[in-house]
T-cell receptor
Framework: GAVVSQHPSRVICKSGTSVKIECRSL??????MFWYRQFPKQSLMLMAT?????????EQGVEKDKFLINHASLTLSTLTVTSAHPEDSSFYIC????????????FGPGTRLLVL | AQSVSQHNHHVILSEAASLELGCNYS??????LFWYVQYPGQHLQLLLK??????LVKGIKGFEAEFIKSKFSFNLRKPSVQWSDTAEYFC???????????FGTGTRLKVLA
């Protein structure tokens, strides 16, 4: 079964509004989570690393003021798309690594954002 | 620059045909290699991974992949595909211990019954 959940699975909003996407690890703690963005027919692009208890680290070219990340607890990270515009429409996926002898990373089911 | 290339964007096969999906990477240092599958409407699932050791890796659902260091390749294979293998397949590369992955563009596989 799924070990990482995302909410909502789909959201439609008007241009200029902010949208919050939640990512939860269901049965393990994750001090680090990752946020990816997937454009149609393209690859997943890493946006940022969400760190529990400290600031997120953003990949080059990703606007940190546009995509606010808060790692509120060891099982929850949120991505807020502020003042969304149509070009922010995309599929957002989070992932969480589970500590162990070999790294295992679980991906959420994704959130489809459509900005009108 | 670090990159992952998947050469086949769309593949259509009949059931029982053999499958090979190419993946080449450009990455400095020690790498971990992964193949993920995404069935329609579902999240990414790990098919197999390579960290070290035997370069021929066996994964779930009859898939395997071979790491060829000299060719910077990690091709995915399955001897006989099934209709249920219809999905999108992603190759990913990560630097050991970072959990940060670079993904290929994906290959959409359609298996005809």
């Amino acid at each position: 079964g799924a070990v990482v959940s995302q909410h909502p699975s789909r959201v439609i909003c008007k241009s200029g509004t902010s949208v919050k996407i939640e990512c939860r690890s269901l049965d393990f703690q994750a001090t680090t989570m990752f946020w990816y963005r997937q454009f149609p027919k393209q690859s997943l692009m890493l946006m940022a690393t969400s760190n529990e208890g400290s600031k997120a680290t953003y990949e080059q070219g990703v606007e940190k003021d546009k995509f606010l990340i808060n790692h509120a607890s060891l099982t929850l990270s949120t991505l807020t798309v502020t003042s969304a515009h149509p070009e922010d429409s995309s599929f957002y996926i989070c992932s969480a690594p589970r500590q162990g002898p070999q790294e295992t990373q679980y991906f959420g089911p994704g959130t489809r954002l459509l900005v009108l | 620059a670090q990159s992952v290339s998947q050469h086949n964007h769309h593949v259509i096969l009949s059931e029982a045909a053999s499958l090979e999906l190419g993946c080449n990477y450009s990455y400095g240092g020690t790498v971990n290699l992964f193949w993920y599958v995404q069935y329609p409407g579902q999240h990414l699932q790990l098919l197999l991974k390579y960290f070290s050791g035997d370069p021929l890796v066996k994964g779930i659902k009859g898939f395997e992949a071979e790491f060829i260091k000299s060719k910077f390749s990690f091709n995915l294979r399955k001897p006989s595909v099934q209709w249920s293998d219809t999905a999108e397949y992603f190759c990913a590369v990560g630097s050991s211990g970072t959990y940060k992955y670079i993904f290929g563009t994906g290959t959409r596989l359609k298996v005809l019954a």
